[in-house]
């Protein structure tokens, strides 16, 4: 319970976390090679001034979903926890699954927490969290907002295990602004982070 309860905890931006990404990214980018099309800082850690768990979101870019992949991510110490692994689907989108699949990985012992999702390029799971950082990035009002949200779910939610499926619809808001701002500004996602 305690570390459950503890993943959840909200602290203030550091600094540092765009550093840990960057050396993280170019181990990933050393062990992956090829494999990896592009690795992106994601999430509430790669919004400058935005505080967040003190865990590192990672995007990889593959080309497939495949064995090489898992072989390469388990050489380099990650581990692969069973099931299978799809997005939260945001209300107006593509329901394919196949738009919502990705790998998740546990980052190795000896490296600090990350959240590490490897998905497909041009697939509405891959696009969505370069979209939401973006748009957080350009629109610090919102950011503010998102979070004072996080901050107060993580203090008083009762069942901390329910943090992802109440932040889901609140993000799911955002994102939906995010896109009205894509349309209107014809943004893409621009060069990988790393």
Do not use: C
């Not at 602290?11 to 099309?37: C, H, M």
């Amino acid at each position: 319970m305690g570390n459950e309860i503890k993943e959840y905890l909200i602290v203030d931006y550091k600094t540092s976390w765009p550093l840990e990404f960057n050396q993280i990214a170019s181990e990933l980018r050393i062990g992956l090679g090829n494999l990896a099309l592009r690795i992106d800082h994601i999430g509430s850690t790669s919004v400058q001034g935005l505080p967040a768990k003190d865990i590192i979101d990672i995007q990889i870019t593959v080309p497939a979903l495949n064995q090489d992949v898992i072989q390469a991510m388990e050489k380099l110490g990650y581990s692969l926890p069973g099931g299978e692994y799809r997005d939260h689907v945001p209300p107006g989108q593509d329901k394919v699954p196949q738009q919502w699949e990705k790998l998740y990985f546990r980052a190795p012992a000896y490296q600090r927490s990350t959240h590490t999702h490897v998905r497909v390029p041009g697939r509405a799971n891959q696009r969505y969290p370069l979209l939401f950082r973006d748009y957080l990035r350009s629109h610090p009002k919102t950011a503010e907002a998102y979070a004072r949200l996080k901050k107060m779910l993580a203090e008083h939610l009762a069942v901390p295990a329910m943090y992802p499926d109440v932040k889901d619809p609140a993000v799911d808001l955002i994102y939906l602004a995010a896109e009205e701002w894509a349309e209107q500004t014809g943004w893409q996602p621009g060069e990988s982070d790393y």
